[in-house]
């Protein structure tokens, strides 16, 4: 079984500042993914960031970055920069390579102020 | 990316009802579809997974008669919520793998369904 933990259920940001969600995963397989969506409160689901877990460098998409420690079972989310309409619930998530099911971890709040 | 849509996105129903959700891949074909539900300010948790041309395998907890999953075509998999209840109101979403994908994380959500029933 795939578990994933989201300890910080709600975070404020000052605009322009970087913020981090932290994710913390538990699994048995030896290959797997990490995921992280943004889920504004329209409800749609939207991809940000992959990290494979035998990649061996860290996921950058754009202001997103992706701090994986495999040791630790960690992939937090740094958002840079950040902008009001980053305001929204994240979600880390996990998928065996082999199946592509999601297991979501229960979601950080994010709301960035002017 | 690719585009994946439902229908409706939202739907209000009487107790007893059944309501159907369609899912559908528009540009790109899809031989796996997923279901996940999504109860406010909570995480989505998947329901079942949808396959082309073969039953559906729900995760465990998940009611087979309860929720009717068809996966007709390449492009489109339909829930059916079957004689729904209050309890049964919640945010449906589903998501679809491209037929094509070479990369692990080509997976696409639709915008999702809201349920209620009265």
Known sequence: AQKITQTQPG????????????????????????????QP?????????Y?????????????YSLNFQKARKSANLVISASQLGDSAMYF??????????????????VTVRA | GAVVSQHPSWVICKSGTSVKIECRSLDFQATTMFWYRQFPKQSLMLMATSN????????????????????????????????????DSSFYICSARDLGARSY?????????RLTVL
């Open chain 1, 92 to 109: 880390c998530a996990i998928s065996k390579s082999n199946d592509y099911k999601l297991s979501f971890g229960a979601g950080t709040t």
């Open chain 2, 105 to 113: 994380n080509e997976q696409f959500f639709g915008p999702g369904t």
């Open chain 1, 41 to 49: 409160s329209s409800g749609e689901m939207i991809f940000l960031i």
């Open chain 2, 52 to 87: 082309e041309g073969s039953k559906a395998t729900y995760e465990q907890g998940v009611e087979k008669d309860k929720f009717l999953i068809n996966h007709a075509s390449l492009t489109l998999s339909t829930l059916t919520v079957t004689s729904a209840h209050p309890e």
């Open chain 1, 51 to 63: 990290q494979g877990s035998y990649d061996e460098q860290n996921a950058t998409e754009g202001r």
């Open chain 1, 11 to 38: 975070m404020f940001v000052q605009e322009k500042e970087a913020v981090t969600l932290d994710c913390t995963y538990d699994t048995s397989d030896q290959s797997y993914g990490l995921f992280w969506y943004k």
